[in-house]
T-cell receptor
Framework: RKEVEQDPGPFNVPEGATVAFNCTYS??????FFWYRQDCRKEPKLLMS???SGNEDGRFTAQLNRASQYISLLIRDSKLSDSATYLC??????????FGSGTRLLVRP | DAGITQSPRYKITETGRQVTLMCHQT?????MFWYRQDLGHGLRLIYY???????DKGEVPDGYVVSRSKTENFPLTLESATRSQTSVYFC?????????????FGPGTRLTVT
């Protein structure tokens, strides 16, 4: 079983839509979680950290459910510029990042 | 220029040749990492380094060698390239602990082994 599992998508949504991605992880000792964004043929960049209490950054909301071992990313009012691959990531105790394969989002006009 | 850079950006080599991918960062970050990214696998850690002269294996280290004699440089060498090492290679750096866990990635090197 992969340590981080994501639906590869693609999720194809119209502008203005709300879209949510889930990601499950297998290591119950995982402490730190993140969402990274990767544009086509570009390097990954940190989108947001995920805290136990949930956190929001503008149109983006991330949540962590430790009991069910999943994290989620909600994007409201989707923009064309949100089209990208979203990588679910957790960090182990040695500061190494474990990446999911990514969920591809396509926002259409 | 400030930031993290990789060279070359594109490389085509033949099976059996030795190839070195360069990574340079200007932030004096303690931690540096090498990943490869392949379709269906996401990013997989090859090697990482917590400081100069300290390196450790990641998930897929076989066929690769690293060194870190200076904090700012972290070269990755493919000792005898194989077709299975055709991939996109990303270098990253991080402060590690403290208030920032964020890893900053270089632009990547696209390597093709023929």
């Amino acid at each position: 079983r992969k340590e981080v599992e994501q639906d590869p998508g693609p999720f194809n949504v119209p502008e203005g839509a709300t879209v949510a991605f889930n990601c499950t992880y297998s290591n119950s000792a995982s402490q730190s979680f993140f969402w990274y964004r990767q544009d086509c043929r570009k390097e990954p960049k940190l989108l947001m950290s995920v805290y136990s209490s949930g956190n929001e950054d503008g149109r983006f909301t991330a949540q962590l459910n430790r009991a069910s071992q999943y994290i989620s990313l909600l994007i409201r009012d989707s923009k064309l510029s949100d089209s990208a691959t979203y990588l679910c990531v957790w960090m182990d105790s040695s500061y190494k990042l474990i990446f999911g394969s990514g969920t591809r989002l396509l926002v259409r006009p | 220029d400030a930031g993290i850079t990789q060279s070359p950006r594109y490389k085509i080599t033949e099976t059996g040749r030795q190839v070195t991918l360069m990574c340079h960062q200007t932030w004096s970050h303690s931690y540096m990492f090498w990943y490869r990214q392949d379709l269906g696998h996401g990013l997989r850690l090859i090697y990482y380094s917590a400081a100069a002269d300290i390196t450790d294996k990641g998930e897929v280290p076989d066929g690769y060698v690293v060194s870190r004699s200076k904090t700012e440089n972290f070269p990755l060498t493919l000792e005898s390239a194989t077709r299975s090492q055709t991939s996109v290679y990303f270098c990253a750096s991080s402060d590690g602990g403290g208030s920032s866990y964020e890893q900053y990635f270089g632009p990547g090197t696209r390597l093709t082994v023929t």
